[in-house]
């Protein structure tokens, strides 16, 4: 079935550090991806998406790209603040109507000053 | 936009009494809702697929008597757990689907004592 990897974390960056959280994926079409941010005690919030291979999605200084060579959705930042700290969902959706999301593990950043 | 709300955001009850969660999307409609659960420091686990008019669609090993799901309206969604126990303590998050793209409420922490 349909599945996402992501590196496991924590990850712990001081402030202005480049990020890098890699996120592969494995499905039987060709899905959306997405990246979801969870502060402490919240819900999830849509950081970006991509549809469609070579897709850029971006927003916040946060950028991934729709690889589907590599079937990889890498989130990266140049420069993480402490406010980015949280945990950080790669997902796929496979559509078609349904639209399911599959999750990966989630991984933890943990900006310092 | 695309605002979901959840009410209560956090409830304590006795065990064997049932709880209520209310999941609204505010600024739009949602023909489609999904509940998930999230234990600590884990990804989130699809409990069902709720949709508008119809029965609600259960995930394996989701007991559909224990959590109820109720789609009334496009802007409504509602989980009830019944009978709950000390097991059933965990964080629900719903989400409501726009085209591709799920949006999440804040999630409710349920305790049950």
């Known amino acids: 079935g349909d599945s996402v990897t992501q590196m496991e974390g924590p990850v712990t960056l001081s402030e202005e550090a480049f990020l890098t959280i890699n996120c592969t994926y494995t499905?039987?079409?060709?899905?959306?991806l997405f990246w979801y941010v969870q502060y402490p005690g919240e819900g999830l919030q849509l950081l970006l998406k991509?549809?469609?291979?070579?897709d850029k999605g971006s927003n916040k200084g946060f950028e991934a790209t729709y690889r589907k060579e590599t079937t990889s959705f890498h989130l990266e930042k140049g420069s993480v603040q402490v406010s980015d700290s949280a945990v950080y969902f790669c997902?796929?959706?496979?559509?078609?109507?349904?639209?399911?999301?599959?999750f990966g593990a989630g991984t933890r950043l943990a900006v310092h000053p | 936009g695309a605002v979901v709300s959840q009410h209560p955001s956090r409830v304590i009850c006795k065990s064997g009494t049932s709880v209520k969660i209310e999941c609204r999307s505010l600024?739009?409609?949602?023909?489609?809702m999904f509940w998930y659960r999230q234990f600590p420091k884990q990804s989130l686990m699809l409990m069902a697929t709720?949709?508008?008019?119809?029965?609600?669609?259960?995930e394996q090993g989701v007991e559909k008597d224990k959590f109820l799901i109720n789609h009334a309206s496009l802007t409504l969604s509602t989980l009830t757990v019944t009978s709950a126990h000390p097991e059933d303590s965990s964080f629900y998050i719903c989400?409501?689907?726009?085209?591709?793209?799920?949006?999440f409420g804040p999630g409710t922490r349920l305790l049950v004592l």
């Open positions: 600024d739009f409609q949602a023909t489609t």
């Open positions: 499905a039987t079409g060709y899905p959306s």
């Open positions: 991509a549809t469609k291979a070579d």
């Open positions: 997902a796929l959706s496979e559509g078609g109507g349904y639209n399911k999301l599959i």
């Open positions: 709720s949709n508008e008019g119809s029965k609600a669609t259960y």
């Open positions: 989400s409501a689907r726009i085209l591709e793209t799920q949006y």
